[in-house]
């Protein structure tokens, strides 16, 4: 019940071909492969009373409802429910008389359940186990709570698989071997703490903390309790089988005992067998020749035993047969079975479910699958593998190839779950423990998918644009270094021609300067030569004063005329306008377009200012008053529009 989290009544069993149990259990159906419990529930959670399977069917009844279950592609059972039970199917119904005969003592114990196989009856009791008998009604094997049974109470008996017997009860299940190769021979809190064990004479003797006692080897006898006097010639002459000395000074190729090199204790057999106990399994060496063999091991995690930490821990009686003091209880080994039925029991276990969880949903794959594929962010993966109930070894072991070399410890559940793998491939082996032999291997493959964004088509994307933002960073590198280059040329150009340009503005410069050094001159040179004539004039008009009427009229009028002429001659200003536009950009034209009206004389005047002369300078060039230049430049003012803040001088110069 603790094993497979369901009600601990079962009243009916059914066993498949592969080993697989069938159980009908009040809360629902279950099945057990030898590894792994599963329940499955009617859809009113009603109970199931009956079970049989047939050509891959299971088919139940309970009380209101008849159905069959089929497995779907992922290894699920599915219910259906049927109006009545196909006629072929015979669902188990024990006979109301007594099939076979039986003793008085069976028939007070309310036989509940009954099965014959290989000349033998069984029969299950309401209220004291099952009795195996034969055909005459002589008991054989009486079995209780107190020897192999979970309770007394039993309600179906299966003789489906040879040699075993699996029986329903009322609280649990119970799987009785017939003929087994390691079988429990009393409690340790009945018998106490072994110490010590032979055999003699076809009866087991033992030597516990409560005393001596002894019982014969073969099935259905329990110990009964003997005299120390009769017990302890025995004993004295026992030897000690343990062998206090490392591995290696016995095995010289400890690589060949695997796990067993590490043995805590060496118990001696023979001179060519050994047996060597590591943590809760033992292997029989035989040497022969310095080659070590191994003829079997036992794995007692298998049995639901614990060898004891403290004490010895193995009896050797002969050859074949060996007492184990085990936490439980006394046990007997005889090996010649184990290696008989380890050769025989080579059934290979299988993967019987595999999901996973993606995104808080669960996802099943179907079992059969040699090859799965998960996304790169599963949560867990779930593996279960199935073993069988036709052998007791169904513990199995686990590697993780690339991640691990080690393989797990051995494990009865056949639950494997792994948890969020890297991406990449791993080979997950599972391994079963047999008695002798190579552990047989299963394998599945996992492949962890990679993120979108870590794919092959990812990468080409990835290729693409790498290869498409290279050619366009090389083509905006060479535009960019073009267009610097076409910079750095116009730069070049700008600076030619602004060197060029301050060049000419140099040479202007010097032409101008030039231009105004020769304005300057031709304009020194015409007032001096207005100055000249002034002064020659001024001469002629003292002489005549001087002489009077000695200087005749005639010439001095000629004289005076002369000079007059000189002096308006026009041909000095259109050649001092010429230089004076050149040298000043045409001032004179922009004059003029400005001021439409102005006079040739008002232009002269504006020249002589632009040149900044001053007021005497410019009344001798133009042969005036000094009063008459100021009144002219207060009347070019007015024409102007200037307003008294500006200076005439400044803005013709600006202009």
Same mark, same amino acid.
């Given at each position: 019940?603790?094993?497979?989290?369901?009600?601990?009544?079962?009243?009916?069993?059914?066993?498949?071909?592969?080993?697989?149990?069938?159980?009908?259990?009040?809360?629902?159906?279950?099945?057990?492969?030898?590894?792994?419990?599963?329940?499955?529930?009617?859809?009113?959670?009603?109970?199931?009373?009956?079970?049989?399977?047939?050509?891959?069917?299971?088919?139940?009844?309970?009380? %209101?409802?008849?159905?069959?279950?089929?497995?779907?592609?992922?290894?699920?059972?599915?219910?259906?429910?049927?109006?009545?039970?196909?006629?072929?199917?015979?669902?188990?119904?024990?006979?109301?008389?007594?099939?076979?005969?039986?003793?008085?003592?069976?028939?007070?114990?309310?036989?509940?359940?009954?099965?014959?196989?290989?000349?033998?009856?069984?029969?299950?009791?309401?209220?004291?186990?099952?009795?195996?008998?034969?055909?005459?009604?002589? !008991?054989?094997?009486?079995?209780?709570?107190?020897?192999?049974?979970?309770? %007394?109470?039993?309600?179906?008996?299966?003789?489906?698989?040879?040699?075993?017997?699996?029986?329903?009860?009322?609280?649990?299940?119970?799987?009785?071997?017939?003929?087994?190769?390691?079988?429990?021979?009393?409690?340790?809190?009945?018998?106490?703490?072994?110490?010590?064990?032979?055999?003699?004479?076809?009866?087991?003797?033992?030597?516990?903390?409560?005393? #001596?006692? &002894?019982?014969?080897?073969?099935?259905?006898?329990?110990?009964?309790?003997?005299?120390?006097?009769?017990?302890?010639?025995?004993?004295?002459?026992?030897?000690?089988?343990?062998?206090?000395?490392?591995?290696?000074? !016995?095995?010289?190729?400890?690589?060949?005992?695997?796990?067993?090199?590490?043995?805590?204790?060496?118990?001696?057999?023979?001179?060519?067998?050994?047996?060597?106990?590591?943590?809760?399994?033992?292997?029989?060496?035989?040497?022969?020749?310095?080659?070590?063999?191994?003829?079997?091991?036992?794995?007692?995690?298998?049995? &639901?035993?614990?060898?004891?930490?403290?004490?010895?821990?193995?009896?050797?009686? %002969?050859?074949?047969?060996?007492?184990?003091?085990?936490?439980?209880?006394?046990?007997?080994?005889?090996?010649?079975?184990?290696?008989?039925?380890? !050769?025989?029991?080579?059934?290979?276990?299988?993967?019987?479910?595999?999901?996973?969880?993606?995104?808080?949903?669960?996802?099943?794959?179907?079992?059969?699958?040699? &090859?799965?594929?998960?996304?790169?962010?599963?949560?867990?993966?779930?593996?279960?593998?199935?073993?069988?109930?036709?052998?007791?070894?169904?513990?199995?072991?686990?590697?993780?190839?690339?991640?691990?070399? $080690?393989?797990?410890?051995?494990?009865?559940?056949?639950?494997?779950?792994?948890?969020?793998?890297? $991406?990449?491939?791993?080979?997950?082996?599972?391994?079963?423990?047999?008695?002798?032999?190579?552990?047989?291997? !299963?394998?599945?493959?996992?492949?962890?998918?990679?993120?979108? #964004?870590?794919?092959?088509?990812?990468?080409?994307?990835?290729?693409?644009?790498?290869?498409?933002?290279?050619?366009?960073?090389?083509?905006?590198?060479?535009?960019?270094?073009?267009?610097?280059?076409?910079?750095?040329?116009?730069?070049?150009?700008?600076?030619?021609?602004?060197?060029?340009?301050?060049?000419?503005?140099?040479?202007?410069?010097?032409?101008?300067? %030039?231009?105004?050094?020769?304005?300057?001159?031709?304009?020194?040179?015409?007032?001096?030569?207005?100055?000249?004539?002034?002064?020659?004039?001024?001469?002629?008009?003292?002489?005549?004063?001087?002489?009077?009427?000695?200087?005749?009229?005639?010439?001095?009028?000629?004289?005076?005329?002369?000079?007059?002429?000189?002096?308006?001659?026009?041909?000095?200003?259109?050649?001092?306008?010429?230089?004076?536009?050149?040298?000043?950009?045409?001032?004179?034209?922009?004059?003029?377009?400005?001021?439409?009206?102005?006079?040739?004389?008002?232009?002269?005047?504006?020249?002589?200012?632009?040149?900044?002369?001053?007021?005497?300078?410019?009344?001798?060039?133009?042969?005036?008053?000094?009063?008459?230049?100021?009144?002219?430049?207060?009347?070019?003012?007015?024409?102007?529009?200037?307003?008294?803040?500006?200076?005439?001088?400044?803005?013709?110069?600006?202009?």
């Amino acid at each position: 019940m603790n094993d497979y989290h369901a009600s601990s009544q079962n009243r009916d069993i059914s066993i498949t071909p592969k080993g697989t149990l069938i159980i009908a259990n009040n809360t629902g159906l279950m099945t057990y492969d030898g590894n792994n419990w599963n329940l499955y529930r009617l859809p009113d959670k009603s109970e199931i009373a009956h079970v049989v399977y047939h050509n891959d069917t299971i088919f139940t009844k309970g009380e %209101n409802h008849t159905g069959y279950w089929i497995k779907n592609e992922l290894g699920l059972l599915t219910y259906i429910p049927l109006e009545k039970s196909p006629s072929h199917i015979q669902f188990k119904h024990y006979p109301d008389t007594i099939p076979y005969l039986l003793p008085e003592s069976i028939l007070l114990a309310q036989p509940s359940a009954f099965a014959s196989l290989n000349g033998f009856n069984y029969t299950g009791t309401l209220t004291n186990g099952l009795y195996v008998t034969d055909q005459e009604g002589n !008991i054989i094997v009486h079995e209780t709570e107190k020897s192999q049974l979970n309770d %007394n109470i039993i309600y179906a008996i299966s003789t489906d698989l040879p040699g075993q017997i699996w029986i329903a009860c009322d609280n649990g299940l119970t799987a009785v071997t017939l003929d087994a190769a390691i079988r429990f021979f009393g409690r340790r809190n009945h018998l106490g703490q072994l110490s010590e064990a032979l055999l003699f004479q076809d009866d087991l003797y033992i030597h516990t903390n409560k005393g #001596y006692f &002894k019982r014969p080897v073969e099935v259905g006898h329990s110990f009964e309790s003997v005299p120390e006097k009769e017990a302890l010639p025995l004993f004295s002459s026992r030897p000690d089988p343990v062998v206090n000395l490392p591995v290696n000074t !016995i095995f010289n190729n400890s690589a060949e005992l695997d796990i067993f090199a590490e043995a805590d204790y060496i118990y001696r057999v023979s001179d060519e067998l050994y047996w060597l106990v590591h943590e809760n399994q033992a292997g029989l060496f035989s040497l022969q020749e310095g080659t070590e063999q191994l003829k079997c091991r036992i794995l007692f995690d298998n049995y &639901k035993l614990n060898l004891i930490s403290r004490g010895k821990q193995i009896m050797p009686l %002969n050859d074949s047969l060996h007492i184990f003091s085990t936490i439980q209880g006394i046990v007997m080994v005889n090996t010649h079975k184990l290696i008989r039925k380890g !050769i025989s029991q080579g059934i290979p276990h299988r993967f019987s479910a595999i999901s996973y969880i993606h995104e808080d949903q669960v996802k099943f794959l179907p079992p059969e699958t040699a &090859k799965i594929s998960l996304p790169h962010n599963f949560q867990k993966l779930n593996v279960y593998v199935a073993s069988t109930i036709l052998t007791p070894n169904n513990q199995i072991s686990y590697q993780i190839g690339n991640m691990s070399s $080690e393989w797990s410890d051995w494990q009865k559940s056949g639950h494997i779950s792994l948890l969020q793998l890297p $991406e990449g491939k791993y080979e997950l082996k599972v391994r079963k423990y047999v008695p002798t032999g190579e552990f047989p291997e !299963i394998s599945l493959l996992i492949e962890v998918l990679p993120p979108w #964004y870590n794919t092959i088509w990812a990468y080409v994307i990835y290729v693409i644009l790498i290869w498409g933002i290279t050619q366009a960073s090389v083509s905006f590198y060479f535009s960019v270094r073009r267009r610097e280059e076409k910079r750095g040329e116009e730069i070049k150009r700008q600076e030619e021609l602004k060197k060029l340009q301050e060049l000419k503005n140099e040479i202007l410069q010097t032409e101008l300067q %030039n231009k105004n050094n020769e304005l300057m001159l031709r304009t020194s040179v015409l007032a001096r030569k207005s100055q000249l004539i002034h002064t020659l004039m001024e001469e002629v008009d003292a002489q005549k004063e001087t002489l009077g009427d000695r200087y005749p009229n005639r010439l001095y009028n000629r004289l005076k005329n002369i000079l007059q002429k000189i002096l308006d001659d026009q041909s000095d200003w259109d050649a001092f306008e010429n230089y004076f536009n050149s040298a000043h950009q045409n001032f004179i034209e922009r004059l003029r377009q400005s001021y439409p009206d102005i006079t040739t004389g008002d232009i002269r005047m504006c020249c002589l200012l632009r040149m900044n002369l001053s007021t005497k300078e410019i009344a001798s060039i133009l042969n005036v008053s000094i009063r008459a230049v100021e009144l002219r430049r207060y009347r070019m003012r007015k024409r102007m529009n200037l307003n008294g803040d500006t200076n005439l001088i400044t803005f013709l110069m600006n202009f």
